[in-house]
Every structure is written in structure tokens, then in C-alpha cells.
């Protein structure tokens, strides 16, 4: 068991109607027929959305997307139409709240993978291989792959794995020309956020991307590269063979496992609040991975 320790009640917007509570992400639809998201300051750890909020989180992932969807743009149309508070929201959603097109979304994960760790390593270990595609021998944990792979997931409802699925699935489950156009949008964007990550000292390992169709139109959605979505390491630190330092939420999970916790994650008991110095210090590696993605400093 898993899931929400505390489910939020929606906000109630005149003109909006609310479709749908996520991990991060409230959603709604306008009358125009548009989708009205908000991301939250809810943070979530091993298929938990904690009772602790992170202050700021949301505002970041959204003006973090923002700006990737800018360096992206000539590569994949995104769904964002504009960033205008809707009549009668509360002011607590200025700077996290995005209109988009509503999309015919496609129900696949799209991950890519550049370096070796997470559920890949597990399945490399295992096998050689990563969603059935063969890796070469004498890869660890951090390794640089030899080149970047698209590694997909059927998505999951809030409490439960997303499931690594092999391409071959993908094109069964959406047909093959539509795979083609996951693969190959995917594997672009990721190559591209690589090197403006790298040029800023920062290592992207993996991401995840979400897709719909405008019409015939591949469209990128939700939120891309932020890290709640992406494995971002500091290149300086970089050390094939351990785990990597990272900026995201490993110090909510390394509390959540520590004996400080009290709590077991095996049992089907929810996890506790957080301390404030893992809030405080949490919220600050979110703030600097935008600070150094960006090169503008979060205020």
C-alpha cells in the first residue's frame, strides 16, 4: 500500500473544473477547453507523496520546464500556451501555474538513459541488458553509456512503479510509427539538454519526457528536465563505481531509510514528516540546480 499520506482537497476556481490530483500536479480544465496545471510543493519518496511540502519546489519546476522548453523549441513543440494566472486563482499560483493544449496523450514514460544507475543497473546486473537492449560489459554504477538509449515505461497510477517496457512493447501498445516518432524525439532532446547541462557542470544521466498529439503533431508535455524528472549529477564529482551526489530528493530518502526516521518501508505504515534541515536542504539543491542550469539566480 502507498499513495497520498494526506490527499489535498482541490482549490475551487470559478471557470475551472478539476480533473485530476497528481504526485506534484493539480490539474484542472478552463472553459475554453484548455489544461490548467499547478504544480505543488508536494515532493514524493518511495510511492509515497509525503505530509512535508518543500517550500518554492513547484515555483521551480515550472520556471525550470519553462526555460528548457525555450532551448528545445526548434527541436519539439511544447503544449504551453501561456502562464497567466486564470481569473479568481489564488495568489499562491503565480509562478507555478501553466495553460496548455489539452493533448491526446500518449500513454508511455519516455525515458532516456545516457549513463548506467537506478532500475537500469538492476537490469544490466541481471542480464546485460536494459529494456532488452544489450549494453556491453565491465558497466557500474555512474558508467557513461556508449551512447544514449531510449528506455521506456508504461506509466503507473500514484502508489505504483512505472514498469520498464521494451520498444517492442511501445510500438505493439501504440503502433510502430508512432514508437518511431517516441524514440527519436525522446533520444533528441535528451542529446540536446545533455550538452547545455554539461556546458554548465552538470552531469544529465537520465530523464523521463511525456508526449501527446496535437492533431498529427508530437508534442512535448507536462514538465521536462526538472529534478523531479531527470537524474542530474555535478560533473566535478562524477565517480563511475558509487553512487553519485545528485540534485533532487536524496536527502528525503536518505532520511526517510535512516534509523532517525523510525520508519520502515517495507511495512504499510506511511512515512513520517520531515525534519526542517532535510526541507531546508532539500529546497536548496532544487534552487541551485535551476541556479546552475539557468545561469540566473532564484529569488
Known amino acids: 500500500m502507498s499513495g497520498f499520506v494526506e490527499k489535498p482537497e482541490p482549490t475551487e476556481v470559478p471557470g475551472l473544473v478539476h480533473l485530476h490530483t497528481g504526485k506534484v500536479r493539480d490539474l484542472y480544465q478552463n472553459e475554453a477547453g484548455d489544461l490548467v496545471m499547478v504544480a505543488s510543493d508536494r515532493i514524493s519518496a518511495y510511492d509515497w507523496v509525503l505530509p512535508t511540502e518543500i517550500p518554492d519546489k513547484g515555483r521551480v519546476l515550472t520556471q525550470l520546464s519553462l526555460w528548457w ?9 511544447n503544449h504551453v ?3 497567466e494566472l486564470p481569473a479568481g486563482a489564488p495568489a499562491d499560483w503565480a509562478g507555478r501555474t501553466l495553460v496548455c493544449k489539452s493533448l491526446k ?4 514514460e519516455c525515458v532516456a538513459r545516457g549513463y548506467l544507475t537506478g532500475s537500469g543497473l538492476v537490469e544490466y546486473n ?3 541488458t536494459v529494456c532488452g537492449l544489450a549494453l556491453p560489459e565491465g558497466l557500474v554504477d555512474g558508467s557513461e553509456l556508449p551512447a544514449p538509449i531510449f528506455t521506456p515505461a508504461t506509466k503507473a497510477e500514484v502508489g505504483e512503479h512505472d514498469e520498464n517496457v521494451s520498444y517492442e512493447e511501445v510500438a505493439r501498445q501504440v503502433g510502430a510509427e508512432t514508437a518511431a516518432q517516441l524514440r527519436q524525439a525522446t533520444l533528441a532532446v535528451y542529446s540536446r539538454a545533455r550538452d547545455i547541462a ?4 552538470i552531469v544529465l544521466a537520465d530523464t523521463k519526457f511525456e508526449f ?5 503533431e508530437l508534442v512535448l508535455a507536462d514538465e521536462v528536465l526538472t529534478p523531479d524528472s531527470s537524474r542530474f549529477w555535478p560533473a566535478d564529482q562524477w565517480q563511475p563505481g558509487r553512487a553519485q551526489p545528485s540534485y533532487d530528493k536524496q536527502f528525503v530518502r536518505d532520511w526517510l531509510t535512516s534509523a532517525e526516521s523510525g520508519w520502515d518501508r517495507r511495512s504499510e505504515q506511511p512515512p513520517p514528516p520531515l525534519p526542517r534541515q532535510v526541507v531546508d ?3 536548496a539543491k532544487y534552487v541551485e540546480a535551476y541556479e546552475r542550469l539557468t ?3 532564484w529569488s
Do not use: I, K, W
Open 105 to 108: 496523450m500518449v500513454p508511455v
Open 281 to 283: 536542504a532539500t529546497r
Open 81 to 83: 500556451l501561456s502562464t
Open 295 to 297: 545561469g540566473t539566480s
Open 69 to 77: 522548453f525555450d532551448q528545445l523549441r526548434d527541436l519539439a513543440p
Open 198 to 201: 554539461r556546458d554548465r557542470g
Open 212 to 216: 501527446g498529439f496535437d492533431g498529427d
Open 126 to 128: 541481471e542480464s546485460r
